[in-house]
């Protein structure tokens, strides 16, 4: 209530024989109260805590990223890694201290979020000028390094080598965690995904983590297009083998952003090819802690 409407409340209440409440303010008073008040209020908001530096420092420098043909804008490309870095941590599937590959790391959206930690990231990707914002925006991290890759892919890189035919240059066993984020949603044959599932369990270590994500039919329909391609559930789950599944989530519906999230250990003992023998001569319940 301002001033001058308690001044008349009081009134009011005054010639209506009732004993007034609160006292009168004058105007002078009233805007002296009025200036008290919002120093205060300044003061409060100058407490309040503002996004730290880093955030800061990374969402300018994301807004300047050539861009990929995802819909996000900056600060939804920020909050999201942000978010899914956090759920890497959350569920085990990084932890502190390990090496970690991202396979079609675009301009390390993900490394954003891993670089101040201790692990060491490597990223790898077709598009050169990605690869080249990377190498500048991570110089500062030695922990972090980028490498371009020349595999084809109809929308990133029409030249370049069958990607059906990859071979990671990396050693074998020498990571504890590999990520494939919107990667095999853009390949464009089955040759294609089974290729980089059998190099990602050669470089990762014993019982190493593999993430990766995937648009499933059902819900969707499937499709080859490399733009949003879909593949039959069981055929994913067929790229599998030599890795025991930890979880999977996500994908229960069409949404651009609703993946199916599939977190593999790598187990081995027994090579691909005798898992996938072992499988068809249904023996595999012997087996079953390499084959779940
Ligand atoms: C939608 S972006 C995702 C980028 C990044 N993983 C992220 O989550 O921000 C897909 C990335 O996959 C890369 N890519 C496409 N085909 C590839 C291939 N055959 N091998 C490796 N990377 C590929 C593209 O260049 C692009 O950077």
């Known amino acids: 209530m301002y001033g001058y409407e308690r001044a008349e409340a009081i009134c009011d209440s005054e010639q209506r024989g009732m004993e007034p409440f609160g006292f009168v303010l004058d105007d002078e008073m009233f805007n002296a109260v009025i200036s008290v008040y919002c120093v205060f209020l300044m003061e409060k908001l100058a407490e309040m805590p503002t996004e730290e530096p880093m955030a800061q420092h990374w969402r300018s420098v994301l807004a300047q990223a050539p861009s990929l043909t995802s819909p996000e804008q900056?600060?939804?490309v920020y909050d999201l890694g942000q978010q899914e870095v956090q759920e890497l941590f959350n569920k085990g599937i990084v932890s502190e201290g390990d090496s970690i590959l991202d396979i079609g790391c675009g301009i390390g959206r993900l490394a954003v979020h891993?670089?101040?930690r201790n692990v060491t990231y490597v990223g790898i990707d077709p598009i050169r000028k990605c690869i080249e914002f990377a190498h500048e925006s991570f110089a500062d991290y030695p922990n972090c390094s980028f490498h371009h890759i020349d595999l084809q892919n109809s929308f990133y890189?029409?030249?370049?080598?069958?990607?059906?035919?990859?071979?990671l240059p990396l050693k074998d066993a020498s990571f504890d965690a590999v990520?494939?984020?919107?990667?095999?949603?853009?390949?464009?044959s089955s040759a294609e995904c089974q290729r980089y599932v059998?190099?990602?369990?050669?470089v990762l270590r014993e019982r190493g983590s593999f993430y990766s994500t995937?648009?499933?039919a059902p819900p969707n329909h499937p499709n080859w297009d490399g733009y949003r391609t879909v593949i039959l559930e069981s055929e994913i789950l067929n790229f599998f083998s030599g890795f025991q599944f930890a979880e999977t989530w996500g994908g229960n519906t069409k949404d651009y952003h609703d993946q199916w999230r599939i977190h593999a250990k790598k187990v081995s003992g027994f090579s691909a090819k005798i898992l996938q023998r072992m499988r068809a001569m249904r023996s595999f319940f012997i087996f079953r802690e390499y084959l779940e």
């Open 74 to 76: 900056p600060d939804g």
């Open 114 to 116: 891993l670089a101040q």
């Open 157 to 167: 890189n029409l030249s370049g080598t069958d990607p059906a035919l990859l071979r």
């Open 179 to 188: 990520l494939a984020v919107s990667l095999f949603t853009h390949f464009e």
């Open 198 to 202: 059998r190099e990602v369990h050669r």
């Open 214 to 216: 995937w648009f499933r």
